[in-house]
DNA sequence: GCATGATCATGC
DNA sequence: GCATGATCATGC
């Protein structure tokens, strides 16, 4: 085995190419290049996180572990990462975890630029060591280690990190770390760290010492890396375009301003103007609101480079002439089994909404067309998420775990199934419906009801099965969280 | 008028 | 074939 130069950085990424197509059983066998032999029985231990990370550093570049805040390769100036990623059904990999870069203290002062930061040694240049997470295996030293690569983010990147530190750090300064979510930023957020909420809740020491406030440290979002590895790791042909070509425009506005200035640009014009000047068919139906909101923001298709790594998602808000929004808003599809098998924090819907930011764009109901109002970048408050969306998720959660009751009820158009789950009105912010193209029921007694097949149903935790159910976003909340100049 | 269960339409 | 944005039909 060749060594490498701690002083070189692409020494040490040469040298780390020799992990791939390795599991790390296999690199654990090897010889430590220096004086770190002391056995670690531990670095499969599931329940052990960075494990498989001390293994690299012990194991195979010969240092011990420590939490510097210096990079861990301080001469080169390389930070070491090890981390996972998955394969999606259609192919395309995905991150497996956010990236996390250090912890944010609320002991002192936090540097209020990127660049002095002590952040800025642990994000710069950062040596990714990339393995595929196969949950089939028993154990995690038999993962294999697909990627080796030196990584820095792209100039234009940094433009958005820099606006993203600062939003954190004012956070923070202003001694409100506890309003912290990571759908506040773009692509370096600030996430929770440790088990619980109730063990890693500590004062703001420095800033506000009577108000505590969850750990948090800096990390690159699962979607930012998620990029990055189908990017510049594996490049695949997903295919986004770049809303932002021109990267001088991120001089002097931040991403959310140019965004907001192209679309208001548009303001007062109807969906049937805007369907005319971006020559798309005015039909009504299909994704036409969203269509125009990425026809207004000057690209062609509707795959947004900055959105699929910040994770925002657009979604068209269409008012009524009263103001009232006529239909609630659908989130993505929800899996009955894991539902009641996660806590809160490590739930889709937690999840979801703490890294999902939302683009409404606006329009107001005139004769038969609707005007364009504006838009709003948006994401969900903190206590909103903690407090109104945890209560709803526990109560519809505790009825599926329980077991739903279907009662058969005899209607117009026949039979339909009705149950007990918490229906809308028992939430302000979110209820549950069913979300596919046709009903389809399996009950305990194996009978089979509705039109659909099974790829309609979903399982619940006794075998049963029920036409699948998406969380829906309640429209009064979303038009309550919308900013006046837009609902009038 | 609106909640609820059901379903349509399209693009990937 | 499925996920997702959009919408409908009934009954209270």
């Given at each position: 085995m060749n060594t490498y130069d701690k002083n070189d950085a692409k020494s040490i990424e040469d040298y780390a190419q020799?992990?791939?197509?390795?599991?790390f059983r296999e690199v654990e066998s090897w010889d430590a290049?220096?004086?770190?032999?002391?056995?670690?029985?531990?670095?499969?231990?599931?329940?052990?996180?960075g494990g498989l990370g001390n293994l690299i550093e012990e194991?195979?570049?010969g240092y011990k572990v420590n939490s510097d805040e210096?990079?861990?390769?301080p001469e080169a100036g390389v930070e070491l990462k090890v981390s996972p990623f998955e394969k999606t059904q259609k192919g395309a990999l995905r991150a497996g975890e956010r990236l996390v870069l250090t912890m944010i203290s609320y002991e002192k002062a936090i540097e209020s630029s990127l660049y002095q930061s002590h952040l800025w040694n642990k994000c710069k240049l950062i040596l990714l060591i990339y393995y595929l997470?196969?949950?089939?295996?028993?154990?995690?030293?038999d993962y294999r280690i697909h990627f080796a690569q030196l990584f820095t983010p792209p100039d234009e990147d940094l433009k958005i990190i820099e606006s993203d530190y600062k939003t954190i750090a004012d956070k923070v300064a202003a001694g409100r770390?506890?309003?912290?979510?990571?759908?506040?930023?773009?692509?370096l957020g600030a996430c929770t760290k440790g088990a619980t909420a109730e063990k890693s809740t500590v004062p703001?020491?420095?800033?506000?010492?009577?108000i505590k406030a969850r750990k948090r440290a800096f990390c690159y979002k699962n979607s930012y890396m998620t990029y990055v590895l189908n990017t510049y790791i594996a490049p695949g042909k997903e295919e986004y375009e770049k809303i932002?070509?021109?990267?001088?425009?991120?001089k002097e506005k931040t991403f959310e301003e140019v965004i907001l200035s192209r679309i208001n640009k548009?303001?007062?014009?109807t969906d049937k103007e805007l369907c005319r000047i971006f020559d798309?068919?005015?039909?009504?139906?299909?994704?036409q609101w969203i269509d125009l909101t990425y026809r207004m923001l000057g690209?062609?298709?509707?795959?947004a480079e900055e959105f699929a790594k910040a994770q925002i998602v657009v979604k068209a808000i269409r008012l009524e002439e009263?103001?009232?929004?006529r239909e609630n808003s659908p989130l993505p599809a929800l899996k009955f089994k894991d539902l009641v098998s996660e806590a809160w924090e490590d739930s889709e819907l937690f999840t979801y909404f703490d890294e999902t930011k939302f683009l409404f764009t606006v329009y107001r109901k005139v004769g038969e067309e609707y005007v364009l109002k504006g838009a709003q970048i948006w994401n969900m408050p903190y206590d909103d998420l903690n407090t109104t969306v945890k209560k709803g998720w526990e109560n519809i959660r505790n009825v599926v775990k329980e077991g739903i009751e279907f009662y058969k009820t005899e209607t117009g158009k026949g039979l339909v199934i009705k149950n007990n789950l918490p229906k809308k009105?028992?939430?302000?912010i979110i209820h549950i419906r069913p979300h596919t193209q046709q009903t389809y029921y399996v009950f305990e007694d194996g009978e089979v009801f509705g039109k659909?097949?099974?790829?309609d149903s979903d399982e619940l935790p006794d075998g049963r099965r029920m036409t699948k159910q998406s969380f829906w976003l309640n429209n009064e909340y979303i038009v309550s969280q919308l900013e006046d100049k837009l609902k009038k």
């Open positions: 020799q992990l791939i197509g390795h599991t290049p220096s004086q770190v032999q002391e056995d670690e029985a531990s670095y499969g231990n599931k329940s052990r996180k194991k195979f570049f210096r990079a861990d390769f997470r196969d949950k089939a295996l028993p154990n995690n030293l770390a506890h309003e912290l979510s990571e759908s506040d930023t773009m692509y703001q020491a420095y800033y506000a010492p009577d932002i070509t021109d990267s001088n425009e991120l548009y303001a007062g014009k798309r068919e005015y039909n009504n139906n299909k994704a690209i062609k298709s509707n795959k009263n103001g009232h929004m009105n028992d939430n302000e659909g097949r099974l790829s």
